[in-house]
């Protein structure tokens, strides 16, 4: 069903609803930005400050199951594995850095309007 006013529909089961949870999500985002090369678990955890192995852990087999990074068992003693792109994560590299160019040129309006919007709220 559309509405007059847009002609959109933001059906409850669209397809897209748990992709655009999955890719919009802040670690995942940073993991994907970190992968600019192969990398190990604990090289990519040593890059995204302030994120837990079990949140690490959860972000890739996501972004594994979504085909956006390849996990590769490494044959060393022990036995490593590493995670990469796949294709499919590579195309979201261009999106990415607009939204992340846009960030850093608006930070500072945002956190002057954070603050104004905190001081009429309290």
Do not use: H
Not at 12 to 39: H, N, T, Y
Not at 52 to 67: A, K, S
Not at 92 to 102: I, S, V
Not at 107 to 115: H, K, P, S
Request: hydrophobic share 35%.
């Amino acid at each position: 069903m559309t509405t007059p006013e847009t002609g959109i529909v933001y059906r409850s089961d669209c397809p897209s609803r748990p992709i655009l949870d999955q890719i919009a999500d802040k670690w995942s985002m940073m993991v994907m930005a970190v992968l600019d090369e192969p990398r190990r678990f604990n090289d990519v955890k040593r890059r995204l400050e302030g994120v837990t192995q079990r949140v690490l852990t959860q972000t890739l087999r996501r972004l594994e199951r979504n085909g956006m990074i390849v996990r590769r068992v490494l044959p060393t003693s022990p036995i490593g594995v590493e995670y990469s792109l796949t294709p499919l994560g590579e195309s979201l590299r261009e999106p990415f850095g607009r939204l992340y160019a846009w960030t850093v040129e608006n930070v500072d309006e945002i956190q002057a309007r954070q603050q104004d919007y905190d001081r009429r709220a309290q």
